[in-house]
């Protein structure tokens, strides 16, 4: 057992939800007490409110290179999928959608919502390695989709979907594109025009900035219904008094992740082979996706004969934090729909665990993992006798 | 929302505040704008026998862009003949002010104002 | 514009700020050594934690209204809960019937859900309230039909802070099995609600107008007899179904404290509230030509809304710069139309033009309330030196009878 490994914790559940970092808590922590006007008012303190949430705006447009107007502020990427789907369905009744088999349920559940509503859904198939498969989205688009909603990266298996390809595709056939990019945006480098998408939701709890505020970002052409009426807020696409502090803290994120860029991600990345390094010690580790483009920090894998669900607890009791799968569905018995939907067994899919790292994150951190892994595998009679000591 | 610096300093200090008898005939009266409407503007000139405006007052009830539009027309027609008068544009005001989109309609007001007092005087010179 | 250095922030209603016991409260939820995980991580200590904290903030909120907990349903402000509230119940209940009854002047949110639902098929019957601001009960009672499901009237209005009798409208709407909702967003913490007494089926809530954070809210979704929703919300399952989304730790522990204190705190509150506005209100109201708008006694005491006539609003907002006030609501403001409340109330457009709202809070003094009365009288007189309407009214001018220039 590594020295100390009962005291210390090892977050590394990051696709779940992140720390703050620094930045963004100093710049969300005045519009609290001192700066806290509503931006609807039109005195000093509203101006002024009206200005940070401004400020913000711009430094989440800088991160996917889209300009402020297109930043439509939500509370969260779970509103902002909500808001793609049934935004653009509210004005076409009978309209037809697409989505990924994979997709978050905030993109799955909307659109079933739908379906029920009288939209008509086709759910898109991926191969092995969680990838869209294409003759599957032609398909869709041949049946006459009108919008395509694709997650940029999954939140389980970190898969970056090929979403230029995707946007051609739909774009040919007239269909508009979706992408929820709370997971990739601030990870790897997002280009709202280059990506091709019309519309994209970002999450800012996923970069380092604090839950409750999210956004959709809107293309030029791209028509919507509001789906929370009232005040008029946010072009009219949004009511509600703005969360001031949320948004300055998811600014401020967004800026950090666009300065930090491609070091972060080489960083990250380094401490995720270093991982997997460590994980090809152990028997029988099998690493989902593992030939897809995949985001630098996470890795989603199973441990056969280890029960996810048992692994992640045994882990919480050694104070290291990771995750069986998305958080939404954890605490149910469900092998994960992501790794249903790539062909997984559902033995082997029941094993999964998702470790997924974040700037904090250290060799050590790693190490402690790895030992902690070791040891579970062991009590379990998964590895054998010797092992430990050899190792 | 956020005034320019002229707006406000014909706000702080307007200019020309006042009335003029209506009834002398070389006042010229213009009253535009309704109180529903949240503007209403009184716009007096005093012309002297050459048709130069020689004097202004005016008295408005509206948000601090109207009270600035008339404050600064005030200034502007003073030594102007009519005809020079009548060539101020709202445009001119709303540049010079630096008056937001949804305010543009206190410049119009003031170029109303101004036609309507100049129409009133030549009613009266006229009669 | 240039900032004064001490605005006198009188503008409680449009937000108020974090009491710095909340702020405390939710630091120790933002950082890393805190309580920051994702309250559905269902694996590990960090989201246990935060599933504490939030289930404890559940207990607060549902405490200060006399509810159960698990009739509280957490969302992102009181926008969203009157949203969810009215198309929520709406789409549920759709075959059951498909009227719906609010007032003239109730909040944006529940007008333009009521607005949606029209464009969905949905009748709406709106409500003119007296001119004291309060609804006559009879006439509620006659817009009631066999197709009605839904009644929404809020328990006090952010413009004129007068309450509603929530408790006799329960009633009515109880006994005819329709449902009844109400907006409590500028009521909780300042009236008492006890909803085991009181027949209300739906109430939303805010924080940020308790001194609580913004971008977090609740409703109240009663269950016995049980309410049902549709859900406007989808993903995760979060909140029993009825709102999905990953919920903000840090607001909503926040939004718990804002209302323990308000629980503890209010009835002192109210008392010196109530010395202050009246501290307001003796010193305006023998200005020539001022009326109050709303009802004085059924009111909250941190409100008051005061018509100066011949004075146009904006420019009296402008002229009280050293004070934060409104006219109007917040959310209607950069808008030139007057309010629509004091219009509903059957004010003629000038007095609504010329409405100032003062809503005083927990950090307001009665030297700034003295303060605000000085510089009020001040440029009252000054900018009807300037105003026209002021001086044909002097010149005995009924301005009712002039002919104005149409514009």
């Known amino acids: ?391 | 929302m956020a005034y320019s610096a002229k707006v406000l300093d014909h706000y702080e200090n307007p200019r020309n505040v006042g009335s003029f008898d209506k009834d002398d005939r070389s006042v010229g009266t213009g009253m535009v704008g309704a109180p529903s409407c949240g503007d209403v503007m009184k716009l007096q000139i005093k012309v002297n026998e050459e048709g130069v405006i020689e004097d202004a007052k005016f008295k408005t009830y509206g948000c601090g862009s109207a009270i600035a539009s008339s404050s600064l027309l005030t200034e502007w027609v003073k030594g102007k003949t009519l005809e020079e008068a009548t060539r101020i544009k709202n445009s001119d005001i709303a540049e010079e002010l630096a008056l937001p989109p949804v305010k543009i309609h206190c410049s119009v007001l003031a170029e109303d104002a101004i036609k309507a007092a100049i129409a009133d005087y030549q009613k009266k010179a006229g009669a | 514009m240039s900032e004064t250095k001490h605005p006198i922030y009188l503008d409680y209603a449009a937000t108020t700020p974090v009491d710095p016991r909340v702020a405390e409260k939710m630091m120790a939820c933002l950082t890393m050594e805190g309580n920051f995980g994702n309250p559905a991580s269902r694996s590990h200590s960090f989201g246990w934690n935060a599933e504490a904290a939030v289930e404890e903030a559940r207990r607060q909120v549902a405490g200060l209204v006399n509810a159960d907990p698990r009739e509280i349903i957490w969302t992102s402000g009181a926008t969203e809960s009157d949203n969810l509230a009215l198309k929520g119940v709406a789409h549920f209940y759709r075959k059951k019937g498909r009227h719906i009854v609010t007032s003239r002047t109730e909040h944006k949110a529940v007008l333009d859900s009521c607005r949606q639902l029209e464009r969905e098929g949905y009748e709406v019957t709106y409500l003119t309230p007296e001119e004291n601001g309060l609804l006559d009960l009879d006439k509620l009672k006659s817009a009631l039909r066999d197709d009605t499901i839904l009644v929404s009237i809020m328990h006090v209005n952010n413009e004129i802070g007068v309450v509603q009798d929530i408790a006799a409208i329960g009633e009515i709407t109880r006994e005819r099995g329709i449902l009844f909702h109400s907006d409590a967003a500028q009521s909780a913490g300042k009236v008492p609600i006890d909803l085991a007494e009181m027949k209300v089926d739906l109430m939303s809530f805010s924080a940020h107008k308790i001194y609580g954070p913004k971008g977090v809210g609740a409703l109240y979704v009663r269950r016995k007899p049980r309410v049902r929703l549709e859900a406007q919300m989808h993903g995760g399952g979060h909140e029993r179904g009825m709102r999905s989304g990953t919920l903000p730790t840090h607001q909503i522990v926040g939004m718990g404290e804002a209302f323990r204190i308000a629980r503890e705190e209010m009835a002192e509150e109210n008392a010196r509230l109530l010395k202050l506005r009246n501290r307001l209100l003796n010193g305006l109201k023998d200005i020539e030509e001022v009326y109050i708008n709303g009802d004085l006694e059924n009111r909250i005491p941190g409100n008051l809304n005061v018509s100066f006539n011949f004075v146009e609003g904006e420019s009296l907002i402008m002229a009280l710069k050293d004070m934060a006030v409104s006219s109007g609501s917040a959310c209607t403001s950069a808008s030139l139309e007057p309010s629509y409340v004091l219009r509903a109330l059957g004010r003629e457009d000038e007095l609504a033009h010329s409405s100032i709202r003062f809503t005083l809070g927990r950090f307001t003094t009665a030297e700034d309330v003295d303060f605000v009365v000085e510089t009020v009288r001040r440029k009252v007189d000054k900018l009807r030196e300037l105003s026209p309407l002021w001086e044909m009214y002097q010149e005995g001018i009924d301005l009712s009878k002039v002919e104005w220039a149409a514009h």
């Open chain 1, 1 to 391: 057992m590594a020295p100390g490994l009962n005291d210390v914790t090892v977050y590394l559940d990051h696709n779940a939800t992140t720390p703050m970092a620094r930045e963004a808590l100093e710049a969300m922590l005045p519009f609290l007490e001192q700066r806290h006007g509503n931006p609807s008012s039109r005195h000093g303190r509203g101006r002024d409110a009206r200005a940070a949430v401004d400020r913000a705006r711009e430094q989440v447009a800088a991160l996917v290179k889209v300009r402020p107007s297109q930043v439509i502020f939500t509370s969260g990427a779970t509103e902002a999928n909500n808001l793609a789907l049934k935004g653009w369905s509210g004005g076409r009744p009978g309209a037809r959608l697409a989505v990924g088999a994979t997709e978050h349920p905030s993109v799955l559940s909307p659109a079933l919502a739908l379906r029920q509503h009288g939209c008509a859904l086709g759910m898109l198939a991926v191969d092995s390695q969680g990838r869209i498969v294409s003759e599957a989205l032609e398909e869709a688009l041949a049946e006459g989709a009108g919008l395509v909603s694709v997650m940029l990266a999954n939140n389980e298996t970190g898969v970056i979907q090929d979403l230029r390809a995707i946007s051609e595709l739909a774009h040919e056939r007239g269909a508009l594109v979706h992408t929820d990019a709370a997971q990739a945006a601030g990870r790897i480098e997002v280009d709202f025009e280059a990506c091709g998408a019309d519309m994209m939701s970002l999450s800012a709890h996923k970069l380092s900035g604090p839950a409750g505020a999210g956004a959709l970002v809107v293309g030029k052409t791209v028509d919507l219904e509001p789906l929370i009426h009232g005040g008029g807020q946010e072009h009219g696409l949004r009511a509600g008094t703005e969360n001031v502090a949320a948004i300055v803290g998811f600014g401020a994120a967004a800026e950090l992740a666009l300065r930090r860029g491609r070091d972060a991600q080489v960083e990250l990345r380094a401490l995720r082979d270093y991982l997997e390094l460590g994980l090809s010690r152990l028997p029988g580790a099998v690493i989902f996706a593992s030939d897809a483009p995949r985001l630098p920090n996470t890795v989603f894998l199973a441990l056969p004969g280890l029960e996810g669900e048992t692994v992640v607890m045994l882990l919480d009791e050694d104070g290291i934090a990771v995750s069986s799968g998305s958080s939404c569905s954890s605490g149910a018995t469900e092998p994960s729909h992501v790794l249903m939907a790539m062909g997984v067994e559902p033995e082997v899919a029941r094993c999964a665990i998702r470790v997924s790292l974040g700037p904090g994150n250290t060799r050590a951190d790693i190490d402690t993992l790895i030992a902690a892994l070791e040891k579970h595998l062991y009590h379990q009679g998964a590895m054998p006798a010797g092992f430990l000591a050899a190792s």
